[in-house]
């Protein structure tokens, strides 16, 4: 690993003041894709900016019919909270299938969310929950929160500061994972919300994706019958050593449909 | 940059640069050599240490992040006079290893999943230890050594 210049602030405004002087300091979260990344020297930021002596960007919180986690909660605490296990189970349930126990004990949803690997779990909760996206500066709507392959909608300096998810009326998560990464060869989170029935995909395409075709045909019966002559299109979705675009086309439907099971 | 932990329930204090890893500080400069490195890439869990009570992988986590911080190593199971853990007596009780060199990994997992899930089935305790790989014994003795250091630690408390 490069040297680099280790910080360590106590606020957000604090961390956002340090990003912002430096162009290529990074924050740091739970670490668990950026350090490994800077040991291959993939990345090699000047500086780090951690985020772990930030008080405030920790915890859960219910408000009304949302679930408010701060950026820097570890997927062992998402896992474990009674609150979210209570209203919104399938959250819980996802974060408590990433990686192994040691990666849920310093991996974070900020970290998760604003890395936006294609095959995290995250995103994908996001999503389809249509959850709200807190940063220092604004908030922003998942559907316009990840933009491509590792992109998101947040500006150099910016910085997750915590993620509010609508309670929603029923949703399940379904993962087949690679049993060596433990990252989703498909994911699919299906939610029941205010504003309709939604359906997000991760590890299939460079993006998570809201599978708009599914989506309509749950909205009118939601049921895994109704998916029954479902034949997903595999365009643009990923070809690699682990599955072809067919395969994973193949997932998308199995996968929503048990989640959908799940539910009905 | 100089700092300040608490290593296997003794103040330490060590110089460290900004980029050292934890596996290799205690390693190389604090002289704990349980601590193995496999991989070196987070899968294989040899250098799984526990920082507030919490298993970790040693060699993704950065030196300089621990200040004020509470690490416990293999080293740090038994009790002063030698007497094993629960967990370490179990492993060797059940025959838990063959060449030995994940077993500190492992039992620092064991440890952490046990506190959490006191009377785990076979199947939660095989779900307890996946961030640890054992190339050896195909984890059979493992899985029960996990589950009898699982039964001792709750006669213990």
Same mark, same amino acid.
């Given at each position: 690993m490069?040297?680099? @210049?280790?910080?360590?602030?106590?606020?957000?405004? @604090?961390?956002?003041?340090?990003? +912002? =002087?430096?162009? @290529?300091?990074?924050?740091?979260?739970?670490?668990?894709?950026?350090?490994?990344?800077? =040991?291959?020297?993939?990345? /090699?930021?000047?500086?780090?900016?951690d985020l772990a002596g930030v008080p405030e960007l920790n915890g859960i919180k219910v408000d009304g019919k949302t679930v408010i986690v701060g950026a820097m909660t570890k997927h062992a605490d998402v896992a474990a909270s009674a609150d979210v296990r209570r209203l919104i189970p399938a959250l819980a349930d996802l974060a408590g299938g990433i990686g192994d126990a040691?990666?849920?004990? =310093? +991996?974070?949803?900020?970290?998760?969310?604003?890395?936006?690997?294609?095959?995290?779990?995250?995103?994908? /909760?996001?999503?389809?929950?249509g959850a709200t996206v807190t940063t220092n500066r604004r908030k922003i709507a998942a559907d316009s929160f990840f933009t491509g392959m590792f992109e998101t909608a947040l500006e150099p300096g910016e910085i997750v500061t915590g993620v509010t998810f609508p309670v929603p009326a029923a949703a399940a998560y379904e993962k087949f994972r690679s049993p060596a990464s433990r990252?989703?060869?498909?994911?699919?989170?299906?939610?029941?919300?205010? +504003? +309709?029935?939604?359906?997000?995909?991760?590890?299939?395409?460079?993006c998570v994706f809201r599978a708009s075709a599914i989506e309509s045909i749950l909205a009118e019966k939601f049921s895994a019958e109704a998916l029954a002559s479902l034949r997903f299109p595999a365009d643009g979705l990923n070809s690699d050593l682990h599955g072809d675009a067919q395969y994973r086309a193949q997932l998308v439907g199995v996968l929503t449909k048990r989640a959908v099971a799940k539910l009905s | 940059m100089l700092i300040q932990f608490v290593l296997n329930g003794k103040p330490v204090a060590v110089d460290v640069a900004a980029y050292d890893l934890l596996a290799d500080v205690v390693r190389e400069k604090l002289g704990l050599t349980g601590t193995h490195i496999g991989c070196d890439t987070s899968q294989c869990g040899a250098c799984v240490v526990h920082i507030d009570g919490r298993s970790v992988k040693s060699c993704s986590t950065l030196a300089v992040t621990l200040e004020g911080a509470k690490v416990t190593t293999i080293e740090g199971l038994a009790s002063p006079s030698g007497q094993l853990h629960p967990m370490q007596q179990a492993f060797h009780e059940q025959h838990g290893l063959q060449c030995g060199f994940c077993t500190p990994g492992m039992v620092m997992s064991a440890v952490d999943?046990?506190?959490?899930? !006191?009377? !785990?089935? !076979?199947?939660?305790?095989?779900a307890g230890i996946e961030g640890n790989f054992c190339r050896c014994t195909g984890y059979q003795n493992i899985v029960k050594s996990v589950i009898a250091g699982a039964a001792a630690m709750r006669v213990v408390k």
């Open positions: 490069l040297n680099f @210049e280790y910080l360590r602030p106590s606020t957000v405004t @604090e961390a956002g003041a340090m990003l +912002g =002087k430096m162009s @290529e300091a990074r924050p740091l979260a739970g670490g668990m894709t950026l350090i490994p990344a800077m =040991k291959l020297r993939l990345a /090699a930021p000047t500086a780090l900016v040691q990666v849920r004990n =310093k +991996g974070t949803l900020g970290g998760s969310i604003a890395n936006n690997d294609p095959a995290a779990c995250y995103p994908a /909760a996001v999503l389809a929950l990252y989703a060869l498909v994911g699919v989170f299906v939610a029941k919300t205010t +504003g +309709g029935v939604r359906v997000a995909v991760t590890g299939a395409a460079t | 999943f046990a506190s959490r899930n !006191p009377n !785990p089935t !076979p199947a939660e305790a095989a």
